[in-house]
């Protein structure tokens, strides 16, 4: 016989029944309890599927409406409110697996409109139970009524209508089992609402039995209540009672509502560890927990308030807790950590220094030596942790320092540095980090400008370690220092040192040394190069190595330091420094032939390095200019002239240029080749013209051509440079210097004009000013300008008076010799008067004349220059003369016999004899005043002359005073 789906339910629905009614009638009734498992029972076995819990749903119902004052009435209605509840369960499931899926869909894009959330339903487990409660007053399980009633409406949130009937269920059922669930329930409504005063009263009705299922959660939320009315010392008792409860009870029985006992002591460590955060913090902790410290909560409380404070940037307080941890537990295991986690509130709380003052304490504590090291000497793994953790501090402290020294570049900083570097390899001197803490050593010496020190520590990284990452730095680096050091410390007695295998060529160096710094470099670099053959510094320890044997003048070993660097390859960056350093040590060396050739190779070689280019033609002319000069040591001067044109020739160095034509002039001179060194001097100022020198060039070249007795070529150089270069120490001279040259071929016109712009370019007072003033009148004499000589002589005078008035000291030659020339020009004027008729007035303009010019002489000699003092004296006689002359030459009247004429002239010369014999005491007068003063001129000779000559003419004779001459009118 086969048996239908419909079949099977309708018989599983009859059997089920049938188990109710058969307990119904076996007499007891049935607890809440049990009736609850029947019916679990049956939702098990219905698992998800509705149409079989409709079919006893039916079966339920049918049955209670047949027997519904039935003794098991009650009961089946309180299973159908359970299995009401199930169906809405199932129901309210399903619709949210279908609202779920809309809800994709929605956030897919797929609906338009955002789908409902479905509530629960109880509405019709609510009212077999409310009909329960009304039908049968008197249930003896109407305790589990009330609760299922107050859970439904829990279940559909209506709080307040569960509250109620949680509320009856403590009220009416006092001794019910659910009257504990009934007060935690209630202490979570008066919770959730913040009532926590009432959530409190609720809790500690849980107390008295602690065997009961929500003790714990009860406790806990007990805890948390006073938490949040800051009741923190209630707080942190019930979190502890709690904390105890569970690792008592860890076994029993515990409904926790979601939580496991380890999340409720997880969350009472955070709570208690809030609460000392806000009662008594760091200290209150310790003294509470210090009596507890064996239980397991007492280090998570500690760890969990530092976390806290963290948290909350009270960065003291989390290293206050930090603090107690290791009061607490001296020999914690995880102290390393701490320490850790205390640097990290200093350094948040931006406390850099008591940081490292923590850090220190961690070297300190556990470092090698340490009672706490010693505690842990058989716990090979923490024994590890603390030597590293120690080695990682000592070198974080030593780069932090040496960071900040690099920064603030204060001593104190390196020395900290220094200090923590010194203690790391005297703590760890066979670590694996001792060569790289040796070369940070080394740094910071050299920072510090301990550069002995440094050295020092440079080389305990080559020397001390296997060769290590460090090592060919350090060996430079120590080369470094010394380079520093040279010439800083004390000299001493020069000392001859031996260098082996000088640059790995078997030879040994012959060096003579006053310093020890210069041998410690010198070894220093020649150990790198035998050492580090291959070094990427080797160019530069090269390069260092040719300047010290440079500076201690080994010439020739510095070129083969330098040479080694050329050979490495024309690639590298110090190729040509090292060329141009090569090309210095021959030159300085004296080797000044294989200067020029090394350095003419560098200039072919290497045409775009301009500037290496520049220097090394520079150094060839050089050279060979030293060339030059040892030519004309070997007085070779026509070839050192020969060399230096060339130099001249090919160079377009400007100041090359210069030096050369200056130094081949000089060597043309002492070759006698007096054309060849003016024309040099010429060459230089014409392709030099704003050269500094161009002017000395020109004024020197005319030299040579007044020398050579070009005078006119001699003037152009001097004009030119007056020309073009009117501020140059030379323009005075040089003006002059052109009106002699002129004055020297007679051009006294162009003369003349250069001496008079002298004057008007050079007007401030001066000897030359007034030489000028003179030449210049001087000049038009000498072409018949008398008015243009008197203007130019009278101006000198003038110019000379008033330099006087400005307090002027110059020298009054020119001035008495203007006054001398002023007398010439007024005696040639004088001489032209003859005595002839009108016998008369032409006497008197004589006689006028030579008061004149009687005038000018006196006061040519009153200027009392020997010259022309003599000068004036002589010519003052000769004036007399004059007269005397015009008087013996004049005419002699007409109609006069042979007898008349004679006593005519005897009378003339008896009338003239006064005037000769003035003339001889004049001459008489100025060669008694050279005899004492020893003046011995051509003035004082023709004076001599005259005086004699003047002497046998007015002999004795009659002394008869003659008539004056007679003369006719007509």
Known sequence: MTISPADNKTR??????????????????????????????????????????????????????????????????????????????????????????????????????????????????????????????????????????????????????????????????PQSDIILESHFRLGEFFFDRRDFDNAINEYSHLLGKWNNPYFDLALYKLGWAYYNTKDYKNSIGTFIYLLEDLNLVENANSVTIEKSKTDLGQEAIQYISSC??????????????????????????????????????????????????????????????????????????????????????????????????????????????????????????????????QKTSRARDYQLAIDKYNEFLDKFRFSDQAAKINFYLAECYYNASDFANAAEAYYDVVTKYDRNPFSEDAAYNRILCYYHLLGTDVPMDSVTIYIDEFLGTGEILTVTVARQSEIDLLRSCNDFVLIFPDSKWLDQVLLKYGETLHELKVYRAAIKAYTKVVEIGPNKPYHLLAAMNAGQSYFDGGFYAQAEVWLRNIVENFPDSVRYIEKAKKLAISAQFKIAEKMSDDEKSADAASMLRSIADKTDDDAFRERALFEAATQYQKAGNLTSAALALERLATLNPSSESADEALYKAAGIREMNGEWRLAAANYLNLTEHYPGSEFASRSLRNAAVCYESVEDWIMAGRLYQQFADTYPSPSADLLECLFKSGEMALKVNNSSGALLAFGKTIETYDRMQNQGAQVDIYFVAQAQFMIGEVHYEDYRKVELTPPFKPNLEKKIDKLKQVLNDYKDAASYHVADWTTAASYKIGKSFEELVRAFMEAPIPDGLDGEQIEIYKANLAQYAKPYKEQALQTYQKNLEQAEANNIDNFWIKESRKRYEALLVELKPDDKKEPSPPQQNNG
């Open 12 to 173: 599983y629905c009859s059997i089920s029944l049938l188990a109710i009614i058969v307990f119904c009638l076996a007499g007891g009734h049935l607890v809440h309890s049990q009736e609850s498992k029947l019916v679990t029972a049956i939702i098990q076995d219905v698992g998800g599927d509705l149409d079989k819990l409709d079919a006893i749903i039916k079966q339920h119902e049918g049955l209670l409406g047949k027997y519904p004052q039935g003794e098991f009435a009650a009961t089946i209605m309180f299973q159908l409110a359970e299995l009401y509840e199930q169906k809405a369960n199932l129901n309210f499931n399903r619709e949210m697996a279908d609202y779920e899926k809309a809800l994709s869909k929605f956030d897919l894009g797929e609906l338009a409109q955002e789908p409902i959330a479905p509530r629960i339903n109880n509405s019709v487990t609510i009212n077999y139970l409310l009909k329960l409660l009304a039908d049968f007053p008197s249930l003896d399980f109407r305790d589990k009524v009330l609760y299922k009633l107050a859970m439904a409406y829990l279940q559909e949130g209506n709080r307040s209508k569960a509250q109620v009937y949680f509320e009856e269920i403590i009220l009416k059922h």
């Open 276 to 405: 000392f955060t806000e009662y008594g913090g760091p200290d209150e902790a310790k003294e509470f927990l210090k009596t507890r410290k064996e239980k397991p909560y007492s280090l998570p409380i500690f760890e969990q308030m530092a976390k806290l404070y963290q948290k909350r940037n009270y960065y003291a307080e989390a290293i206050g807790t930090y603090e107690a941890v290791l009061e607490v537990y001296p020999y914690y295991q995880n102290a390393p950590e701490i320490y850790r986690l205390i640097i990290e509130n200093y350094e948040l709380d931006d406390r850099v220094q008591d940081a490292n003052r923590a850090r220190e304490a961690i070297v300190k504590k556990f470092g090698p030596g340490s009672d706490w090291l010693r505690h842990f000497i058989d716990d090979e793994e923490n024994y590890k942790k603390c030597i590293s953790l120690v080695q990682e501090t000592l070198i974080y402290l030593g780069t932090y320092y040496q960071a900040e020294a």
